[in-house]
């Protein structure tokens, strides 16, 4: 199939599936006319991909794990490569979060600290 109508059959646009193909997670034949080629499975690719995307996966997590990855949950099957690739991703959003929590009490702790610096005039005259 043509990108159109995988783009169609997906609800992907055809400039993301270029790029998922620019990355390595999608691979089109070439036909005669020189435009891209999809087998049928690309559309069980592109359904685990986005849905890979959705849990935060980037795209070269994705690349790296494909080749654990079936059905359209996706199931990820117990490859070497997998647990240890999901574990990372993992830690790395928890030191995300971590940080977040830390910039969210930071900032909690000067919005606090403005205000009771606020003139008790101030406060009341603001409220109305």
Do not use: W
């Not at 169609?8 to 006319?33: D, F, I, M, N, W």
């Not at 020189?34 to 592109?46: I, K």
């Not at 494909?66 to 690739?85: H, K, N, S």
């Amino acid at each position: 199939m043509l990108i159109g109508e995988l783009s169609r059959k997906t609800g992907v646009r055809a400039h993301q599936l270029r790029y998922y193909e620019a990355q390595g997670l999608l691979e089109p034949s070439r036909g005669a006319s020189g435009y891209r080629e999809y087998a049928d499975n690309a559309v069980l690719t592109v359904a685990q991909i986005r849905k890979l995307l959705d849990a935060g996966l980037s795209t070269e997590e994705i690349r790296f794990l494909q080749p654990c990855v079936t059905g359209t949950a996706p199931d990820l099957e117990p490859c070497p490569e997998l647990l240890e690739g999901l574990r990372t991703r993992l830690r790395a959003l928890d030191e995300q979060i971590d940080t977040l929590t830390r910039s969210r009490e930071a900032l909690r702790d000067y919005v606090e600290a403005t205000e009771r610096r606020v003139p008790r005039d101030s406060r009341m005259s603001g409220a109305e």
